[in-house]
């Protein structure tokens, strides 16, 4: 079974630029997470996508950030402009929610460099 | 009330012995405790998971020890490898909420 897939793996920008990253979950997987893990912290929630509809977007910087999951199956975060606090891993996680199994799998992770 | 605290920071131990890392918890709503290990430039690979009905889970060199009481969960490595020389994640949830992580500890296994 092939694993979550992001791309790209690294991406370095200066401020005020944007970018965008992409997550493809593992197939059959209705739920798809958007973490960010900044150096030496866990990861933290920025939002959760249930099929195409948001779930929980509470910690997303609304004024910069946005993501999208057109069709339910992979999705794309954005950020716009960005900002040096930005510099961060950020890491997609899918569930397949079957049952009581919540298990969320791990994507490699963009790290996003911001200058 | 969200939160996770995990200690300690980082941890050395010599090959063969026990890691022990601990992790304490508010939300008694949090009804899936996994474990997470983290390789650089890696993304958080499932370890271990424990619900709070269980109060120990084995799983071959790695055992999750639960206290509802307390609200603590601790993960144990036995015979500990340089192989295990990682970071740790606790984690919590509710359901198919968000995780909440602990924030890490960097294990050291020398030879």
């Known amino acids: 079974e092939a694993g979550v897939a992001q791309s790209p793996r690294y991406k370095i920008i200066e401020k005020r630029q944007s970018v965008a990253f992409w997550c493809n979950p593992i197939?059959?997987?209705?739920?798809l997470y958007w973490y960010q893990q900044i150096l030496g912290q866990g990861p933290k929630l920025l939002i959760q996508?249930?099929?195409?509809?948001?779930?929980?977007d509470s910690q997303l910087p609304k004024d910069r950030f946005s993501a999208e999951r057109l069709k339910g199956v992979d999705s794309t975060l954005k950020i716009q402009p960005a900002k040096l606090e930005d510099s961060a891993v950020y890491l997609c996680a899918s569930s397949l929610l079957l049952g009581s199994s919540y298990e969320q799998y791990f994507g490699p992770g963009t790290r996003l460099t911001v200058t | 009330q969200q939160q996770v605290k995990q200690s300690p920071q980082s941890l050395i131990v010599q090959k063969g012995g026990i890691s022990i890392i601990n992790c304490a918890y508010e939300n008694t709503a949090f009804d899936y405790f996994p474990w997470y290990q983290q390789f650089p430039g890696k993304g958080p690979a499932l370890l271990i998971a424990i619900r709070p009905d269980v109060s120990e889970k084995k799983e071959g060199r790695f055992t999750i020890s639960f206290n509802k009481s307390a609200k603590q969960f601790s993960l144990h490595i036995m015979d500990s490898q340089p192989g295990d020389s990682a970071t740790y994640f606790c984690?919590?949830?509710?359901?198919?909420?968000?995780?909440?992580f602990g924030q890490g500890t960097r294990l050291t296994i020398n030879p």
């Open positions: 984690a919590a949830t509710k359901g198919a909420q968000k995780l909440v």
């Open positions: 996508f249930q099929n195409n509809g948001v779930v929980d």
């Open positions: 197939s059959g997987h209705a739920t």
